[in-house]
């Protein structure tokens, strides 16, 4: 019994693996149609075949039939006898579905009728084979054996002469499965194999009677009857199968047309005509119910076929590459040895270089755990290759012409994804067919071609997979979304307003969502985009989407390579530990007791952190977790005075809030040395972003996901488990469900940010505020900052009254603010932080005691009360003034050297392009104006596009290049490039467009403009780079135009 | 009910471990029974039904742990040092039953299993998939996979 389940595996492994291409092979032969490969065909033909060999070996009767019908279907096309119209193909590929089926429960495969698709396809035949070749279908063979009775009845003549017809030699091979293959350690399924290679089997039967054997048969032989075609001769054919000469017997050889034909006298009795009435009789009554019949499960649930079809495939056995298995069996003998030193070490008193076992171990295991992760990976393709018969199907259902190119199948991801990731994308790529690609007609009125792309491809980015479906459709309207969303409820009218398009279009993934107008056969199934995005998210991905009315819509599905062991934060929360992945978090903020009540405030009874000038809603672990027994005890309480003090304004801030102070006080008693400071993670799953207050902070750290059990699958707010290094359980924490069991929507975040925003339509810099001696405070832009150190004052070295760091093998050169700008001294301190930036090629550091906040500063600072060399100016923050740093200017004084080669480079053709530069803010201007006059420009700065257009106008300038900001009063940075762009006195003159943020949109919109490249403000490097680039190229085709003009 | 019957070689013997919980002697049919261990550090698992005392970790698999003595409606349990998980197995985990006390595995005939009295001790019968009488006093024999299905059932 044992031995037919793994025959049964070996079989379900082969037929799967023959399935699967099968599908996209029947719909290339389609298209090609007449010019069909020829290889192609046969390959096709070959894999069904030997499906049926084996199918009939194992007594799968409904699969063999089947099988045979379409060999039989195939063999006519490879002959010529059959164009593969849609027709003939239909019935395959419906065939292909069924035997999918019955693979997937292959026990109970004989129990499922099979007729109407073995109709289907002889009537596909019909349709077209010459008369000839039916009959020569329909008439019966029955094969005897020499020495007398009969081997196989029925056998499709056809069957024979085209094996003929192909040169082969077809054979009756009797094989004793006893003698022939047990005895000499043959197994059944490799016999099988090596006779495919040779040939082409027929039919086949096993005798288990032991009969008519032409040697005196063991009386426990078994006996198996193949019919069996090859272009062999015979002797040749018995050394190649290492059978005895006189097992194999001739029955119709190629070269003689007639072939040694038994037919039994029934057969030839019965007039010829007879048979073949007959079988158009019984076609003609199926005509009338087939169209029906194997129609019905496309209709009823094509997706449900598919996910049907998928389910029970969940392969038990899986390929591995040798090599991967090399590393892995390397990998664990050098896990045995590091064990064996382990043993030894502690064997010993002292225990000494157990260090080094420990690292060696440690990389080990590492490098196993890759290892082992890899034998998981599986390309994509295996996923992808199901959906051109989907796109296929699907628009000819819905009339519509659409094409479906795939990209990157071999991008490889963790098994358990591949096999989650197959319903949400079928999902996605209907509703691309569905929703997204417009009729015919319409395409044609929209001035696109009839035919609809769809585009899939997934690649690789920052650590995940990405799967991007992109379509050349209608798009998506963002006001029906909006209205539509009113209508439900989902959101308010006040909300629609406020919405941008791109959030509304968002509304997509929100629960009972259907874009559809009307609920059609294909979309309206009750399942929605946001179950597609519930099912990605729990693969821990994500899903996004772009679109622009009636050019097309990009779906971008976000996933992590694997699933089975996720970087993550351990955090703690009341009692337990809980970990969160990594991928969920984007920053963590610690506010110290201090500023608590300044920091955090409440909006519509909620906790907000004001973070960077934006309001981030706030969710307390404890509150989250529910977890109130635990500070049952509030007797026992021993406050600090300064916690007093905070819990007693936490009060008169929000009195109702009882347990939350009770928690404190209860975190307060267990951690004194953190009392009072809040520990936020600013996690982000979707579109949602909210700070989540833990009591203490772990390690980040590789853990290794458990699932949890039954009683357990209910808790929303947990996405599994894992094991610690001590052995214990902690909880996985989903970002999401907890967004959902607070009830925290998107929307109403959505809401709040644009209240704050309110306040702040004006332009702003983000900038990193830091104090240099106490209550002088300094800021310098983020964009300036490459990354900051924190280093120990005594790692500061003095090198020829230089102040250097050594660091990482390179000497980083030292800015102390006090030398060049008007500021105290430093306080002596161990540790300070530098903030380094890049001028050119060369790092330099600046020194900053310590580090306050980032924020936002409105651009327009006041660039006259503390103006002097290597300050640009000053605002006021949190009743501070602070000011802003020019660490260009102040890197000039300190290393003029460095300013003059860089002189040198701009002005490698000795002359002084002219720069037009249009910004409205004059902190903005007059930096651009230092840093571009400082490398030799001719600049002259303007301070609207009105102004700069004017300025343009000037007979007596003439400029070589622009550089504009984009939002300013009276005329914005993209009307003036439209403006220049349209005017053919100025059309050539390049444009560099700078914005403080760069989005796609506002790229997308600056390139419609006429822009020719985009640079973020005060990214000195870039902005320079970029301008000599155009220059250069602007030069370059001023020339050809020249040479074009002397040469015509 | 009967699920758990089965035939043995020696014919119709059934091995019952036995354990106390609120004082009440009770047994699980030991084929049922994976292992019984002192594993006390109980993750608990926030969001989870009352029944759910948490998880364990059982050797690298996370076990959930339900509490015996409340699913029976007792109370809820104490652990205590005497305190013991008895892992079952269940149809795709493990799942463990916090008890009060371990007791002896006593054997029985089969063919002696009476069936339960539609109450005992005020607990649902359908937990029981029979009763012995020992000496003096009743054997109540659990049925595992119903006291799973409850306290499933219970968080839907």
Same mark, same amino acid.
């Given at each position: 019994?044992?031995?037919?389940?793994?025959?049964?595996?070996?079989?379900?492994?082969?037929?799967?693996?023959?399935?699967?291409?099968?599908?996209?092979?029947?719909?290339?032969?389609?298209?090609?149609?007449?010019?069909?490969?020829?290889?192609?065909?046969?390959?096709?033909?070959?894999?069904?075949?030997?499906?049926? %060999?084996?199918?009939?070996?194992?007594?799968?009767?409904?699969?063999?039939?089947?099988?045979?019908?379409?060999?039989?279907?195939?063999?006519?096309?490879?002959?010529?006898?059959?164009?593969?119209?849609?027709?003939?193909?239909?019935?395959?590929?419906?065939?292909?579905?069924?035997?999918?089926?019955?693979?997937? @429960?292959?026990?109970?495969?004989?129990?499922?009728?099979?007729?109407?698709?073995?109709?289907?396809?002889?009537?596909?035949?019909?349709?077209?084979?010459?008369?000839?070749?039916?009959?020569?279908?329909?008439?019966?063979?029955?094969?005897?054996?020499?020495?007398?009775?009969?081997?196989?009845?029925?056998?499709?003549?056809?069957?024979?002469?085209?094996?003929?017809?192909?040169?082969?030699?077809?054979?009756?091979?009797?094989?004793?499965?006893?003698?022939?293959?047990?005895?000499?350690?043959?197994?059944?399924?490799?016999?099988?194999?090596?006779?495919?290679? /040779?040939?082409?089997?027929?039919?086949?039967?096993?005798?288990?009677?032991?009969?008519?054997?032409?040697?005196?048969?063991?009386?426990?032989?078994?006996?198996?009857?193949?019919?069996?075609?090859?272009?062999?001769?015979?002797?040749?054919?018995?050394?190649?199968?290492?059978?005895?000469?006189?097992?194999?017997?001739?029955?119709?050889?190629?070269?003689?047309?007639?072939?040694?034909?038994?037919?039994?006298?029934?057969?030839?009795?019965?007039?010829?005509?007879?048979?073949?009435?007959?079988?158009?009789?019984?076609?003609?009554?199926?005509?009338?119910?087939?169209?029906?019949?194997?129609?019905?499960?496309?209709?009823?649930?094509?997706?449900?076929?598919?996910?049907?079809?998928?389910?029970?495939?969940?392969?038990?056995?899986?390929?591995?590459?040798?090599?991967?298995?090399?590393?892995?069996?390397?990998?664990?003998?050098?896990?045995?040895?590091?064990?064996?030193?382990?043993?030894?070490?502690?064997?010993?008193?002292?225990?000494?270089?157990?260090?080094?076992?420990?690292?060696?171990?440690?990389?080990?295991?590492?490098?196993?755990?890759?290892?082992?992760?890899?034998?998981?990976?599986?390309?994509?393709?295996?996923?992808?290759?199901?959906?051109?018969?989907?796109?296929?199907?699907?628009?000819?259902?819905?009339?519509?012409?659409?094409?479906?190119?795939?990209?990157?199948?071999?991008?490889?991801?963790?098994?358990?994804?591949?096999?989650?990731?197959?319903?949400?994308?079928?999902?996605?790529?209907?509703?691309?067919?569905?929703?997204?690609?417009?009729?015919?007609?319409?395409?044609?009125?929209?001035?696109?071609?009839?035919?609809?792309?769809?585009?899939?491809?997934?690649?690789? /980015?920052?650590?995940?997979?990405?799967?991007?479906?992109?379509?050349?459709?209608?798009?998506?309207?963002?006001?029906?979304?909006?209205?539509?969303?009113?209508?439900?409820?989902?959101?308010?009218? $006040?909300?629609?307003?406020?919405?941008?398009?791109?959030?509304?279009?968002?509304?997509?993934?929100?629960?009972?969502?259907?874009?559809?107008?009307?609920?059609?056969?294909?979309?309206?199934?009750?399942?929605?985009? @946001?179950?597609?995005?519930?099912?990605?998210?729990?693969?821990?991905?994500?899903?996004?989407?772009?679109?622009?009315?009636?050019?097309?819509?990009?779906?971008?599905?976000?996933?992590?390579?694997?699933?089975?062991?996720?970087?993550?934060?351990?955090?703690?929360?009341?009692?337990?530990?809980?970990?969160?992945?990594?991928?969920?978090?984007?920053?963590?903020?610690?506010?110290?007791?201090?500023?608590?009540?300044?920091?955090?405030?409440?909006?519509?009874?909620?906790?907000?952190?004001?973070?960077?000038?934006?309001?981030?809603?706030?969710?307390?672990?404890?509150?989250?977790?529910?977890?109130?027994?635990?500070?049952?005890?509030?007797?026992?309480?021993?406050?600090?005075?300064?916690?007093?003090?905070?819990?007693?304004?936490?009060?008169?801030?929000?009195?109702?809030?009882? $347990?939350?102070?009770?928690?404190?006080?209860?975190?307060?008693?267990?951690?004194?040395?953190?009392?009072?400071?809040?520990?936020?993670?600013?996690?982000?799953?979707?579109?949602?972003?909210?700070?989540?207050?833990?009591?203490?902070?772990?390690?980040?750290?590789?853990?290794?996901?458990?699932?949890?059990?039954?009683?357990?699958?209910?808790?929303?707010? #947990?996405?599994?488990?894992?094991?610690?290094?001590?052995?214990?359980?902690?909880?996985?924490?989903?970002?999401?469900?907890?967004?959902?069991?607070?009830?925290?929507?998107?929307?109403?975040?959505?809401?709040?940010? /644009?209240?704050?925003?309110?306040? /702040?339509?004006?332009?702003?810099?983000?900038?990193?505020?830091?104090?240099?001696?106490?209550?002088?405070?300094?800021?310098?832009?983020?964009?300036?900052?490459?990354?900051?150190?924190?280093?120990?004052?005594?790692?500061?070295?003095?090198?020829? %009254?230089?102040?250097?760091?050594?660091?990482?093998?390179?000497?980083?050169?030292? #800015?102390?603010?006090?030398?060049?700008?008007?500021?105290?001294?430093?306080?002596?301190?161990?540790?300070?932080?530098?903030?380094?930036?890049?001028?050119?090629?060369?790092?330099?550091?600046?020194?900053?005691?310590?580090?306050?906040?980032?924020?936002?500063?409105?651009?327009?600072?006041?660039?006259?009360?503390?103006?002097?060399?290597?300050?640009?100016?000053?605002?006021?923050?949190?009743?501070?003034?602070?000011?802003?740093?020019?660490?260009?200017?102040?890197?000039?004084?300190?290393?003029?050297?460095?300013?003059?080669?860089?002189?040198?480079?701009?002005?490698?053709?000795?002359?002084?392009?002219?720069?037009?530069?249009?910004?409205?803010?004059?902190?903005?201007?007059?930096?651009?104006?230092?840093?571009?006059?400082?490398? %030799?420009?001719?600049?002259?700065?303007?301070?609207?596009?009105?102004?700069?257009?004017?300025?343009?106008?000037?007979?007596?300038?003439?400029?070589?290049?622009?550089?504009?900001?984009?939002?300013?009063?009276?005329?914005?940075?993209?009307?003036?490039?439209?403006?220049?762009?349209?005017?053919?006195?100025?059309?050539?003159?390049?444009?560099?467009?700078?914005?403080?943020?760069?989005?796609?949109?506002?790229?997308?919109?600056?390139?419609?403009?006429?822009?020719?490249?985009?640079?973020?403000?005060?990214?000195?490097?870039?902005?320079?780079?970029?301008?000599?680039?155009?220059?250069?190229?602007?030069?370059?085709?001023? %020339?050809?135009?020249?040479?074009?003009?002397?040469?015509? | 009910?009967?699920?758990?019957?089965?035939?043995?070689?020696?014919?119709?013997?059934?091995?019952?471990?036995?354990?106390?919980?609120?004082?009440?002697?009770?047994?699980?049919?030991?084929?049922?029974?994976?292992?019984?261990?002192?594993?006390?550090?109980?993750?608990?698992?926030?969001?989870?039904?009352?029944?759910?005392?948490?998880?364990?970790?059982?050797?690298?698999?996370?076990?959930?742990?339900?509490?015996?003595?409340?699913?029976?409606?007792?109370?809820?349990?104490?652990?205590?040092?005497?305190?013991?998980?008895?892992?079952?197995?269940?149809?795709?985990?493990?799942?463990?039953?916090?008890?009060?006390?371990?007791?002896?595995?006593?054997?029985?005939?089969?063919?002696?299993?009476?069936?339960?009295?539609?109450?005992?001790?005020?607990?649902?019968?359908?937990?029981?998939?029979?009763?012995?009488?020992?000496?003096?006093?009743?054997?109540?024999?659990?049925?595992?996979?119903?006291?799973?299905?409850?306290?499933?059932?219970?968080?839907?």
């Amino acid at each position: 019994m044992s031995e037919e389940f793994d025959l049964y595996g070996s079989f379900i492994e082969e037929a799967n693996e023959v399935l699967a291409e099968v599908e996209n092979d029947f719909l290339e032969i389609e298209e090609a149609g007449k010019n069909f490969d020829t290889e192609l065909v046969n390959k096709v033909f070959r894999g069904i075949h030997s499906m049926k %060999g084996s199918s009939g070996f194992l007594g799968l009767t409904s699969i063999g039939s089947l099988a045979h019908e379409m060999e039989n279907v195939l063999n006519l096309i490879r002959n010529n006898e059959l164009v593969p119209t849609s027709a003939i193909i239909d019935p395959l590929l419906k065939g292909a579905d069924v035997l999918r089926n019955m693979i997937a @429960d292959v026990t109970n495969s004989n129990e499922i009728d099979v007729s109407n698709e073995i109709q289907a396809l002889k009537q596909a035949i019909s349709g077209q084979a010459s008369a000839e070749t039916q009959e020569s279908l329909n008439r019966d063979v029955d094969v005897s054996h020499p020495n007398g009775g009969l081997a196989f009845v029925m056998i499709k003549e056809l069957e024979l002469v085209s094996r003929q017809n192909q040169g082969m030699h077809v054979y009756l091979l009797e094989i004793d499965m006893i003698q022939d293959l047990e005895d000499k350690n043959r197994k059944p399924l490799d016999f099988l194999k090596e006779l495919y290679s /040779q040939g082409e089997l027929v039919e086949s039967y096993l005798s288990t009677a032991g009969m008519g054997t032409l040697s005196s048969s063991l009386p426990d032989s078994m006996t198996l009857m193949l019919l069996y075609a090859s272009k062999w001769k015979r002797d040749n054919l018995a050394e190649t199968l290492k059978l005895d000469k006189d097992k194999i017997n001739l029955i119709a050889s190629a070269d003689q047309k007639n072939w040694i034909k038994e037919e039994s006298p029934s057969n030839t009795t019965v007039p010829e005509s007879t048979p073949a009435e007959a079988t158009i009789k019984e076609d003609s009554v199926e005509v009338q119910a087939a169209p029906e019949a194997p129609e019905k499960p496309q209709a009823a649930s094509p997706a449900g076929d598919v996910a049907k079809s998928t389910a029970p495939a969940a392969p038990t056995s899986l390929r591995v590459n040798v090599k991967v298995l090399d590393t892995l069996m390397n990998l664990a003998g050098e896990l045995v040895l590091g064990r064996n030193q382990m043993i030894q070490i502690a064997s010993t008193k002292d225990h000494s270089g157990f260090d080094s076992v420990a690292a060696k171990i440690d990389q080990v295991t590492s490098e196993l755990q890759e290892a082992i992760m890899q034998t998981r990976m599986q390309p994509i393709g295996s996923v992808f290759s199901k959906f051109p018969r989907i796109v296929r199907d699907l628009s000819s259902k819905l009339n519509k012409k659409c094409d479906l190119e795939i990209e990157g199948k071999d991008v490889e991801l963790d098994k358990t994804i591949i096999e989650g990731i197959g319903d949400p994308l079928t999902h996605l790529i209907r509703n691309s067919v569905d929703h997204g690609v417009e009729l015919p007609s319409v395409r044609k009125e929209r001035q696109k071609s009839e035919t609809g792309t769809i585009h899939l491809k997934a690649y690789h /980015q920052a650590g995940k997979v990405n799967i991007a479906i992109i379509d050349d459709g209608g798009g998506i309207d963002a006001e029906k979304m909006k209205t539509k969303a009113v209508e439900k409820g989902v959101i308010t009218t $006040d909300q629609a307003e406020e919405m941008s398009d791109r959030d509304a279009v968002r509304l997509i993934f929100h629960p009972g969502f259907s874009t559809a107008e009307k609920v059609t056969d294909v979309s309206g199934r009750g399942v929605g985009m @946001d179950v597609v995005r519930t099912n990605i998210e729990n693969l821990g991905g994500t899903v996004d989407i772009e679109t622009a009315p009636g050019k097309g819509t990009e779906i971008i599905v976000k996933l992590p390579l694997t699933l089975a062991i996720i970087p993550s934060l351990v955090v703690r929360g009341g009692e337990d530990r809980f970990a969160i992945p990594q991928v969920n978090i984007s920053e963590l903020v610690r506010i110290k007791s201090s500023e608590v009540s300044e920091k955090i405030e409440r909006v519509k009874n909620a906790e907000v952190l004001r973070l960077r000038g934006r309001l981030l809603p706030l969710l307390r672990m404890n509150q989250v977790l529910d977890n109130k027994s635990m500070f049952a005890d509030p007797e026992t309480n021993q406050l600090q005075v300064n916690n007093r003090q905070q819990v007693d304004d936490r009060r008169e801030n929000q009195p109702v809030d009882e $347990d939350i102070v009770e928690m404190r006080s209860g975190e307060d008693r267990r951690n004194n040395t953190t009392a009072g400071a809040l520990n936020i993670i600013v996690v982000e799953s979707e579109h949602l972003k909210y700070g989540l207050i833990v009591d203490e902070l772990f390690d980040s750290k590789e853990i290794v996901v458990k699932p949890l059990g039954k009683h357990l699958k209910d808790a929303q707010c #947990l996405a599994g488990a894992t094991i610690l290094g001590d052995g214990q359980v902690a909880m996985i924490l989903d970002v999401a469900g907890i967004a959902g069991y607070m009830k925290l929507a998107a929307i109403e975040e959505h809401h709040i940010e /644009q209240e704050v925003s309110e306040d /702040q339509t004006d332009e702003t810099q983000s900038t990193m505020i830091f104090s240099y001696a106490s209550d002088e405070h300094f800021s310098i832009p983020v964009s300036f900052v490459a990354r900051i150190e924190r280093i120990q004052e005594k790692q500061i070295d003095s090198v020829g %009254g230089q102040e250097v760091l050594q660091y990482r093998g390179t000497s980083l050169p030292l #800015l102390s603010l006090d030398k060049y700008i008007k500021a105290k001294p430093r306080p002596e301190s161990t540790s300070l932080y530098v903030i380094v930036f890049k001028i050119g090629d060369q790092e330099v550091g600046l020194i900053a005691p310590e580090l306050v906040d980032i924020h936002e500063i409105p651009v327009d600072i006041d660039t006259k009360t503390f103006r002097e060399n290597g300050v640009v100016g000053s605002t006021i923050i949190n009743e501070k003034a602070v000011r802003v740093i020019d660490v260009y200017e102040i890197s000039k004084e300190a290393f003029p050297e460095w300013e003059q080669q860089e002189m040198i480079q701009a002005k490698e053709d000795d002359s002084h392009p002219k720069v037009l530069l249009a910004e409205d803010s004059s902190f903005f201007r007059q930096q651009m104006v230092n840093f571009l006059e400082s490398v %030799g420009y001719e600049v002259t700065g303007c301070e609207d596009g009105q102004v700069a257009w004017e300025t343009l106008q000037d007979p007596d300038q003439k400029f070589d290049i622009i550089v504009t900001d984009v939002e300013m009063p009276n005329m914005d940075g993209l009307q003036f490039t439209n403006k220049v762009k349209t005017d053919p006195c100025f059309a050539h003159i390049p444009v560099v467009a700078v914005t403080s943020l760069a989005g796609q949109e506002d790229q997308k919109r600056g390139k419609e403009a006429g822009v020719d490249e985009y640079q973020v403000k005060l990214d000195r490097d870039q902005l320079l780079e970029s301008i000599k680039r155009l220059l250069k190229q602007s030069k370059h085709n001023a %020339g050809l135009s020249q040479v074009n003009q002397t040469v015509s | 009910m009967n699920d758990t019957k089965r035939h043995n070689k020696s014919g119709s013997e059934l091995e019952i471990s036995t354990f106390y919980i609120d004082g009440m002697l009770l047994g699980i049919d030991i084929l049922q029974v994976q292992e019984i261990n002192q594993h006390l550090e109980i993750t608990t698992v926030p969001h989870t039904p009352d029944d759910v005392l948490g998880v364990i970790n059982l050797r690298g698999e996370v076990v959930t742990v339900l509490d015996l003595r409340r699913i029976l409606g007792m109370g809820e349990s104490e652990i205590t040092p005497q305190s013991r998980n008895f892992i079952i197995k269940a149809e795709e985990e493990h799942v463990g039953l916090l008890v009060d006390k371990v007791a002896d595995v006593v054997i029985f005939k089969e063919s002696e299993m009476e069936a339960p009295p539609a109450n005992i001790n005020n607990i649902d019968s359908r937990f029981f998939q029979g009763i012995y009488k020992m000496d003096g006093h009743l054997l109540a024999i659990l049925t595992p996979q119903e006291i799973l299905e409850n306290s499933l059932e219970l968080q839907s």
